[in-house]
Structures are given as structure tokens and as C-alpha cells.
């Protein structure tokens, strides 16, 4: 199995990043701070731009950035700075995460646009997130546990595209159809 990135070349990658964010300092002529950076993010995302209140930080993938070093460097280093940036520049406004402002900064990175990258990931580690039955009017439906625990919490329901009736949760050994 891969190995995730060293020390060594977490130090380049946060240089990277604080490099983006210069950059976007000299061309907005105005001060962005320095974001926290961690090497935490698991599954099949390289890169990933968050916010929770007033606080924000990228999260980079340790091991697709093993396997794909360079690209992800030239790509997905810029691509979570741009976020970052962006939200800085219009967090009293709405604006497409990856929308025409986002897209003119990937330019001036001289960075490739594109959301997603399709790269094998065979040796990486992936998270697997359970799914759970539910049935609507015309069939059995496999939903995440993310949206599973919405519905136990009264957060979330949802809807058959086929039939446009209710998902209602299987308990174990129930009907498969309804």
C-alpha cells in the first residue's frame, strides 16, 4: 500500500500554498492571512477548501498527494487557494464555488480550471460509507448514512425520482418491495 507524504514535502506543500496566497495578495493589492493547512483528508478528494463559522483551513490529501505529487502541486494547491481566496474577496456575497471569479484566479495562477481530475487511484486509501435500505412506492433505494442520520434527526426526507413518493426506512429482515 502507499505511503501519504512526509514531512519534507508537507513543508513544500504549505510553501506552495502560502506562495498561491501571495500572489493573490499582490493582485487584489490587499492582505489575506496565512490559512491553517492539514494533511487529513481521506477518500478519493485530493484537495478541499472549509469553512465552519469564522474559521477556515485546506485540507490536502497525504496520500494522492504521494502518488500524484507534481500534479497536485500544479493543480490542486491553486485550486483550494482560489477558494479560499474567493470567499475572502465576496463572503457577504453569493458566488458559484466554482464560478466565473474562482475561474478568473485559476487563470491568473495560470492553473488549469477543471473541477476534477481523473487519476487511478488503486493503493490509496478509500473511506466506504455504509448504506441503509429505504423503499418509496415502486422500488428499494440504498441510501448513505449521511442521509440516513438526517432522517433520524428530522433534518431530511427524501423523494423517489422515478415515483416521487416518500423513501421510508427498511428495518431488517422487512419486505424487499413494498
Known amino acids: 500500500m502507499l505511503a501519504p507524504i512526509g514531512s519534507l514535502q508537507q513543508r513544500e506543500v504549505v510553501a506552495a500554498t502560502e506562495n498561491y496566497i501571495e500572489r493573490a495578495r499582490r493582485l ?7 490559512i491553517p493547512v492539514l494533511f487529513d483528508l481521506s477518500g478519493s478528494t485530493a484537495g478541499m477548501f472549509k469553512v ?14 504521494s502518488k500524484y505529487y507534481a500534479e497536485n502541486l500544479r493543480d490542486t494547491v491553486p485550486h483550494e487557494v482560489a477558494h479560499y481566496i474567493i470567499h475572502e474577496l465576496y463572503v457577504s456575497r453569493t458566488v458559484k464555488p466554482h464560478g466565473q471569479q474562482w475561474q478568473a484566479l485559476m487563470a491568473h495562477f495560470g492553473a488549469d480550471p477543471g473541477v476534477t481530475f481523473n487519476l487511478d487511484l488503486e493503493g490509496i486509501p478509500t473511506r466506504r460509507q455504509q448504506t441503509h435500505r429505504y423503499r418509496c412506492n415502486c422500488t428499494v433505494h440504498q441510501v448513505s448514512s449521511t442521509r440516513h442520520n438526517r432522517v433520524l434527526k428530522g433534518k431530511g426526507q427524501y423523494l423517489c425520482r422515478l415515483c416521487d413518493s416518500s423513501l421510508v426506512y427498511m428495518e431488517e429482515g422487512s419486505a424487499s418491495v413494498p
Not at 487584489?28 to 496565512?34: L, T, V
Not at 463559522?53 to 498527494?65: D, E, V
Request: glycine share 4%; net charge positive; aromatic share 28%.
Open 28 to 34: 487584489y493589492r490587499r492582505q489575506f492571512k496565512s
Open 52 to 65: 465552519v463559522g469564522r474559521k477556515s483551513w485546506i485540507r490536502y490529501n497525504p496520500w494522492i498527494f
